[in-house]
């Protein structure tokens, strides 16, 4: 059972345009929603997080909106750059476990043209 | 070291070969994650660690893989009888105690199993 959906599988989008990763969770434990950014030969980087108490939050050109009722949370990338093309990652998390581990989407190749 | 660091980078092994793959965390971070990343998919949650004791196995995929982490420093994972259903990227993560804590990633050792 896939606990943590991620679409589109590959995303091309033009410089400058909004590319927008969409995930979908089933646990309602959950309360930790980060993104991880992944380029080849790299391990993942996060980018930014978000708890089930706000429906937004903006770091830079990235945003997280979160949907509760709908256990659904996505990210957008504002202004989109070349630089920008990597391998993005939706996860989830609930403090209960202790451990914070985190359980993964399974990615979205995102490529910028220039 | 800066960053989490991962011996070897990559690592080729005979089928039913045992090997050892080395994490290094931050120094002074108190959790430590092992993570399953197979060719274009997300990291799956292998074992858990807060300082030496390994707190959670429960994604540790058979009895031929084995963590320890016995000063609560540097890790290793280990597969004995290799498989070449192992072949993946192993990822390693460490954090520091507590919510609101980012998980590092080291760049993976990948293992290919001839």
């Known amino acids: 059972q896939q606990q943590v959906k991620q679409s589109p599988q590959s995303l091309i989008v033009q410089k400058g345009g909004i590319p927008i990763i969409n995930c979908a969770y089933e646990?309602?434990?959950?309360?930790?929603f980060p993104w991880y950014q992944q380029f080849p030969g790299k391990g993942p980087a996060l980018l930014i997080a978000i708890r089930p108490d706000v429906s937004e939050k903006k770091e830079g050109r990235f945003t997280i909106s979160f949907n509760k009722s709908a256990k659904q949370f996505s990210l957008h990338i504002m202004d989109s750059q070349p630089g920008d093309s990597a391998t993005y990652f939706c996860a989830a998390a609930y403090s209960g476990a202790g451990s914070y581990q985190l359980t993964f989407g399974k990615g979205t190749k995102l490529s910028v043209i220039p | 070291g800066a960053g989490v660091s991962q011996s070897p980078r990559y690592k080729v092994a005979k089928r039913g070969q045992d090997v050892a793959l080395r994490c290094d965390p931050i120094s002074g971070h108190v959790s430590l994650f092992w993570y399953q990343q197979a060719l274009g998919q997300g990291p799956e949650f292998l074992t858990y660690?807060?300082?030496?004791?390994?707190?959670?196995k429960s994604g540790l995929p058979s009895d031929r893989f084995f963590a320890e982490r016995p000063e609560g420093s540097v890790s290793t994972l280990k597969i004995q009888r290799t498989q070449q259903e192992d072949s993946a990227v192993y990822l390693c993560?460490?954090?520091?105690?507590?919510?609101?804590?980012?998980?590092?990633f080291g760049q993976g050792t990948r293992l290919t199993v001839v």
């Open positions: 660690f807060q300082n030496e004791a390994q707190l959670d």
């Open positions: 993560a460490s954090s520091l105690l507590g919510e609101d804590t980012e998980a590092f």
């Open positions: 646990n309602t434990a959950f309360d930790y």
